[in-house]
C-alpha cells in the first residue's frame, strides 16, 4: 500500500532550500503564501480603526470637517506621492532581482528606503505642527494637554465641536500612528533586503524575501492610499479655509 | 516553473495611473459636487487606486486563484464587521434609545 | 507486505526527535514542530497551575455567603486573573499549540510546518505575552474582567490594565503566527496522494480554528490597543467625554471573543472525531459534513457576537438577528454530535482512557450547546445574563468540552509524543473522577443561575448556599481527578512501558513511523492511496520506510 519516494537522489542544490521543502518551487509558494495571510490579519487589524472612524464620522460630520480642515493638505499630498513612488521602485527591485540584474536591484531598494524615510521625516514634520498648535490629545504629551486655540477653528470657548476635533485627532494619531509604525518597521525589512542583496544571497531562482517584502510594503501604501482622503480631504468644498 | 515577470512598463503605467489619481482625489475634494457625493467620489478612487496596487505590483492578476480568495476573504470579513456592527448604530435611533 | 502486527518493536536506544541532540540548548533554540509542541506543552501547564489556583480560590471564598475570605476589590482580581490567564494563555493555545503543533506535519506527511522558525519565535511571543501578565498579577493584578468593558477598564479601575493589555496583545500575535503556519502547511506541504479530504478530520478542525485565529485575532490586537492609549491619554473612542460610545469596544471585543471560543472547541471537536472513529474503529459516519461544518462553524461564529451584547444599547433589530444567527451557529455542532453518535452505532467500540473522555465530550458539550441557545434567545437572556447560568454554559463547554478533548487526546497521542505508555487502570479511574468532579462542580451552578445568583460577585444570599457547597465540593474532585494524570504522566515518561510504533493499531500516518517519530518524522515522504479512517485488514497496514533497515519488508 505504501510506495516511497525510492529514487529521489535528485539534489536540488540551491543553498537557500530549507531541508523541510522538496524543492525551491515549494518554498516559494508556501512564502508567498504566508505573507499574503499575514497581509489578511493586517487587514483586520486596521479594519478595526476603519470601524471606529466610519463610526464617529457619522456621528460627528461637522467636528470631523472642521479637525481635517486643519491638516496640512500639500504635505499630505506630497507624501502620497512619495509613498506611491517608493511603491513602484519596490516593485522595480522585484522585477531586477526576477531578472537577475543585481545593481539596479540594490539602487531601487535603496531608493525605496530613501523614500520611506523621507515620507516619515514629512510625518514628523505634521506631527511637530500639531504639536505646536496643542492638537494632541488628552494627556499624551505631559505639559501639552489638548487645548488647541478654539479660533483657529472658528469655534468659541468651550464650543461643543472641541470635544469632536479631539476625536478626531485621536484617531488620527491612532491610524497614522499604526501606519508610520509599519513603514518604520518596513524600514528595517529594506536594510536587511539591501545587506544581503549586496552579499549577493538574492537570485532569479531565489528572490522570495524581496518579492514577500514588497507585498508588504505595498500593503502600507495601500492603507495610505486611504488614509489620506478619509483624514486629509473632509469637506474641503465647503470652503472650510 | 517560471512566474510571471510584469514588463517594465506595466510597471510604469500603474505608477502614472496612481499620481494621476492621488491629483484627482486632491482636485475633486475642493468640487462641490450634488447629494453629497464627495465621499463617495474619494473612496471610489482610492479604492481604484488600492485595486491597481494588488493587481500589478502585487501581482495578483498573474496569481493563483487561492491568493484571490485570500484577498477576498480578508475584504469579506471586514464587510461583516463593518455590516454588523452598523446593523446596530443605524438601527438604535428607531427606538430613540442610545447614540 | 509488512503486517504491523507482527512489526519488530524498535528498540529504546534508538535516534528519535526526543534524544537526536541534547542540552538546554537544542530546545530553546529548536526548529522541530515536536519539541515546540512540547515546549509549548511545558508552558501551557503552568498556566493552567496558576489558573487553577485561582479558581481554588473562588470555590473557597463561595463556600460562605459571606465575603470572609477575600475582600471585594481581591475577589475581583481573583476571577479576572483566572480568566485571563486560563482563556489567553491554556485554553487558546492548548490543543493546536501542543497536539496540533506535534501532529498536523505528521498526519499530513510533512517533514516539518512550513516555517519552522517562525514556530519557534510564536512560542517566544507566547513567553513574553506571559512574562508580562504575570508581572501586571504579580505587581498589583488587573480587576475588570476577562472582557476589560468600558468605561470601567479605561477610567475608574485602579489596576494594571496597560500591562495585562500589552501581555494579551503580545500573545495574540502568537497565537497568529500559529494559525499563518497551519494554513500555509496544509496548502503547501501535503505528501504526495495526501488529498484534502483524505486528510484526518483533526488537521480540518485545525484549519477552520486557524481561520478564526487569522481573521480574529488582529481585532482583539488593536481593541486592546486602543484600550490601554485610552487609558493613558486620558481620553479616547471608547470614552463619552469626547462622544465615544462604551459600546463600541463590546462590539470590538466580541467580535474577536466569540469567534474565540471556537478557537477554544474546534480544535477539541477535531480530536473527538479522531477518537470515536479510531476507537470504534469505523469510518467516521459522514466525513465530508463533518470536515466542512468546522469550516461553517469558523464563518458563522463570526455572525453571532451581539449575543454576549443583549442587555447592553445595542438596538433590538440588532439583537434579533445576532439572537437568530446563533441559533444557525448551533447547526453545524449538532451536526458534528449527529455524526459521531451515528459512528458509534453498531462498531465495535474499545472503551481505552481516550474514549472514556471522549464519550464525555459528546455529552458535556451538548449540555453546553444547548444551554447556549437559552442564552442566544433575546427574552430568556435578559433573565439569565450576568448569572451563574452562563458561567456553568460556558464551563461546560470549555472545560467539559474542550479541556476533556485535550485530555483525551493527549492520551491517545502520549505513546507517540514520549514513546511511553500511561497506566491504563490509572487514566480510566483519571476520566472517570473528572467527569464526576466536573459536574458536580457546574450542573448546581445552572440552577444557583437560574433561580438568580449573580456572577462575580464575593459575597451572596444564604439560600444560593447549598448549590455553592456542592460546587466547591466538585471542584475539589475535580482538581483531585486532574492531579492523578498529572501524576503518572509525569511518571510514565521514566517509568512507563515502551510504546509500540503502533500501540492502538491504527491506520493514521502519524501511527507508521516510529515512536517517538525521528526528527523528519519519516524515513522517506510518504505516498498516500488510503482515506482516513480506512480500517483495511491489519495485514495491509503497513508502515513508512524502514526503522533504520531492521526491518524488512515481508512479503
Ligand atoms: C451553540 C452555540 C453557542 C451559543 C448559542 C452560545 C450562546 C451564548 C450566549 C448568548 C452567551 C451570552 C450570555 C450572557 O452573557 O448573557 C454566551 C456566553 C458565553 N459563551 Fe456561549 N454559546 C455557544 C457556544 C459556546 C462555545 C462553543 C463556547 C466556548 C468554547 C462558549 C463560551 C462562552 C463564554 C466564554 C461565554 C461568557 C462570556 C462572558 O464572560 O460574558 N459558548 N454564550
Ligand atoms: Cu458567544
Known sequence: MIESHAATPEIHGHPALQHHFENMEQQREAGTLGMWIFLVTEIMFFGGMFLAYTLYRNLFPAGFVLASNHLDITLGAVNTGVLILSSFTMAMAVYFTQTGKLRPQVWCLVLTLILGLTFLGIKAVEYHEKYTDRLIPGRIIPGAHFGPDPHAFHLQAGAPELAQIEMFYWIYFAMTGMHALHMVIGAGLLTYLIIFSLKRRFDPEYHSPVEVIGLYWHFVDIVWIFLFPLLYLLGRHLGGH | MSEHIVSVRVYITIFLVLLVGTALTVWAAFVDFPFGLNTIIAMAIAVTKATFVVLYFMHVRYSTRLVWVIVGSALFWMGIMFAFTFADYFTRSRLSIGT | ?555
Open chain 3, 1 to 555: 507486505m509488512k503486517p504491523i502486527e507482527s512489526f519488530e518493536l524498535p528498540s529504546p536506544s534508538k535516534v528519535n526527535y526526543l534524544n537526536a541532540v541534547y542540552g538546554l540548548k537544542s530546545w530553546l533554540l529548536t526548529k522541530d514542530h515536536k519539541r515546540i509542541a512540547l515546549l509549548y506543552l511545558g508552558s501551557i501547564t503552568f498556566f493552567f497551575f496558576i489558573g487553577g489556583i485561582y479558581a481554588l480560590m473562588i470555590r473557597l471564598e463561595l463556600l460562605t455567603p459571606s465575603g470572609d475570605f477575600l475582600e471585594s476589590t481581591t475577589y475581583n482580581k481573583v476571577f479576572t486573573q483566572h480568566g485571563i490567564i486560563m482563556i489567553f494563555f491554556f485554553l487558546i493555545p492548548s490543543i493546536p499549540a501542543t497536539l496540533g503543533n506535534f501532529l498536523i506535519p505528521m498526519m499530513i506527511g510533512a517533514k516539518d510546518l512550513a516555517f519552522p522558525r517562525i514556530n519557534l519565535l510564536s512560542w517566544y511571543v507566547y513567553l513574553a505575552g506571559g512574562i508580562i501578565t504575570i508581572y501586571a498579577l504579580l505587581a498589583g493584578g488587573v480587576d475588570t474582567g476577562w472582557t476589560f468593558y468600558t468605561p470601567f477598564s479605561t477610567t475608574f479601575s485602579n489596576s494594571y490594565v496597560v500591562a495585562t493589555g500589552l501581555g494579551i496583545f503580545i500573545n495574540g500575535f502568537s497565537s497568529i503566527l500559529t494559525g499563518l503556519n497551519f494554513i500555509v502547511t496544509i496548502h503547501t506541504m501535503r505528501a504526495p496522494g495526501m488529498t484534502w479530504f483524505r486528510m484526518p478530520l483533526f488537521c480540518w478542525s485545525h484549519y477552520a480554528t486557524s481561520l478564526i485565529m487569522i481573521l480574529g485575532t488582529p481585532v482583539i490586537a488593536i481593541t486592546v490597543l486602543l484600550l490601554a492609549f485610552e487609558r493613558v491619554s486620558g481620553v479616547g473612542i471608547f470614552n463619552p467625554k469626547l462622544g465615544g460610545d462604551p459600546v463600541l469596544f463590546q462590539h470590538m471585543f466580541w467580535f474577536y471573543s466569540h469567534p474565540a471560543v471556537y478557537i477554544m472547541v474546534l480544535p477539541g471537536m477535531g480530536v473527538i472525531s479522531e477518537l470515536i472513529a479510531n476507537f470504534s474503529r469505523k469510518n467516521i459516519f459522514g466525513y465530508s459534513f463533518v470536515a466542512f461544518s468546522s469550516i461553517a462553524i469558523a464563518v458563522f461564529g463570526f455572525l453571532v457576537w451581539g449575543h454576549h451584547m443583549f442587555v447592553t444599547p445595542q438596538s433590538v433589530y440588532a439583537g434579533m438577528i445576532f439572537s437568530f444567527l446563533s441559533f444557525a451557529v448551533a447547526i453545524p455542532s449538532a451536526i458534528k454530535v449527529f455524526n459521531w453518535t451515528a459512528t458509534l452505532y453498531k462498531s465495535s467500540i474499545s472503551y481505552d482512557t481516550p474514549m472514556l473522555y471522549a464519550l464525555g465530550f459528546i455529552g458535556l458539550f451538548t449540555i453546553g450547546g444547548m444551554t447556549g441557545l437559552f442564552l442566544a434567545s433575546l427574552a430568556t437572556d435578559v433573565h439569565l445574563s450576568d448569572t451563574y447560568f452562563v458561567v456553568a454554559h460556558f464551563h461546560y463547554i470549555m472545560v467539559g468540552g474542550a479541556l476533556m478533548a485535550y485530555l483525551g487526546g493527549l492520551h491517545y497521542w502520549w505513546p507517540k509524543m514520549t514513546g511511553r505508555m500511561y497506566p491504563e487502570g490509572w487514566g480510566r479511574f483519571g476520566a472517570l473522577v473528572v467527569f464526576v468532579g466536573f459536574n458536580l462542580t457546574f450542573l448546581p451552578q445552572f440552577i444557583a443561575g437560574y433561580i438568580g445568583m449573580p456572577r462575580r460577585y464575593h459575597a451572596y444570599p444564604p439560600e444560593f448556599q447549598v448549590y455553592n457547597v456542592l460546587s466547591t465540593a466538585g471542584a475539589s474532585i475535580l482538581g483531585f481527578g486532574m492531579l492523578i494524570p498529572a501524576v503518572y504522566f509525569v511518571w510514565s515518561m521514566r517509568y512507563g512501558k515502551h510504546a509500540e510504533a503502533n500501540p492502538w493499531h491504527l491506520p493514521g500516518l502519524e501511527w507508521r513511523t516510529q515512536s517517538p517519530p525521528p526528527t523528519e518524522n519519516f524515513e522517506q515522504t510518504p505516498i498516500v492511496t488510503w482515506d482516513a479512517y480506512e480500517f483495511a485488514p491489519p495485514e495491509e497496514t503497513e508502515v513508512v520506510g524502514k526503522f533504520h533497515g531492521e526491518v524488512e519488508r515481508a512479503s
